[in-house]
């Protein structure tokens, strides 16, 4: 039987360990566009892992992620703190996690985590399929006041359930990432959506695109970046991909082969669509519905750090300092 939007997925296995990795300088899989930004200076990964299965997902290339595993950095908390004491640089902090949703909801790792960036008032991105999120509102809310600067972007490829069902079956549905995100915004805290992956000739018609940006206006979004599919060359992601191509639309799979040819090597993360037309008519595309909507499709930028270096000092010790 097919697994409903938001099911949670039987098959998977949580393991509990310690890594000094939970918190660490960034390298992420996001967007081109926001990479190159060099937005974010840290990252902060609670999990190992996850228990979605995106049928595009590029988990699986990971050579530290068993399939149907998820693993729960304990230590998270700890680590964090003590890494945090070292910087000397204010550049946000990239927090992802909220996606594995069954263990955040009883470890609390996130949660935990925020109280320590808020007592040294960093500022936060966070990138997520998941309306988890919004039980943190009150910490997220505290954090944007104090650093002014917190982000929740929601990783959407269409607002088709079908499709959804299909591609992401065991994430919170479209739907709800919307109404998510408008409690984000609704809350005074910057939102939007990673559009992420555009399906080509799925999620890329005038149509859904249409659909996709007016609900997006509605729902107090504030940007819209999209990235297309990647699929690598070779391999696992490929195979899941075209499996799941083949079943559901078969009469793209030839397409799709076009656009994304096989060959013995290729990038870990895969390749773009190898055709500069269909990248070209996909960007006019979205140009033509950011202006019609006033919805741009740059990440925007944070505010500049009040000083690029400083020790870190907890607000706490602040405080105590200034009865001494
Ligand atoms: S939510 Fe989906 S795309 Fe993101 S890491 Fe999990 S399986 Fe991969």
Redesign the pocket.
């Known amino acids: 039987m097919k697994p409903g939007l938001g099911d949670e997925n039987p098959h998977i296995r949580y393991v509990k360990y310690e890594t000094p990795s939970a918190f660490r300088k960034a390298g992420a899989f996001l967007p081109k566009k926001i990479i190159e930004m060099e937005i974010y200076g840290y990252r902060l990964s609670p999990y190992m892992g996850?228990?979605?299965?995106?049928r595009?997902?590029?988990?699986l290339h990971n050579e530290f992620i068993h399939a149907n595993e998820v693993k729960i950095k304990i230590n998270t908390p700890s680590v964090l703190k003590k890494t945090i004491q070292g910087l000397h640089e204010i550049k946000p902090i990239l927090l992802d996690g909220y996606?594995c949703e069954v263990a955040e909801q009883k470890e609390g790792l996130i949660r935990s985590s925020l109280e320590i960036i808020i007592e040294y008032g960093l500022s936060v991105l966070i990138q997520t399929?998941s309306d988890l999120v919004l039980r943190d509102l009150d910490l997220l809310q505290e954090l944007n006041d104090i650093a002014g600067f917190v982000n929740v972007s929601f990783?959407l490829t269409s607002l088709n359930q079908d499709h959804a069902r299909i591609f992401?079956p065991y994430?919170c549905s479209p739907v709800n990432r919307l109404k998510a995100m408008k409690k984000v915004s609704d809350s005074g805290i910057q939102t939007g959506i990673i559009l992420m992956p555009v399906l080509p000739f799925i999620s890329d018609s005038d149509e859904v695109l249409d659909l996709l940006f007016s609900k997006a206006v509605e729902n107090g979004c504030q940007y819209i970046v999209p990235e297309p599919l990647r699929v690598t060359a070779s391999g696992d992601q490929r195979k899941m991909w075209f499996d799941v191509l083949r079943r559901c639309f078969p009469a793209l799979v030839e397409r799709y082969e076009r656009l994304y040819p096989a060959s013995t090597f290729g990038p870990k993360f895969g390749s773009g669509p190898r055709d500069i037309g269909y990248s070209y008519e996909l960007s006019k595309k979205m140009d033509r519905f950011s202006e019609q909507y006033k919805i741009p499709t740059e990440f925007p930028r944070p505010p500049e750090p009040r000083s690029g270096k400083r020790p870190m000092i907890s607000r706490y010790q602040n405080t105590l300092d200034s009865f001494m």
């Open positions: 996850c228990s979605k299965r995106c595009y997902c590029f988990e996606d399929k990783s992401e994430t």
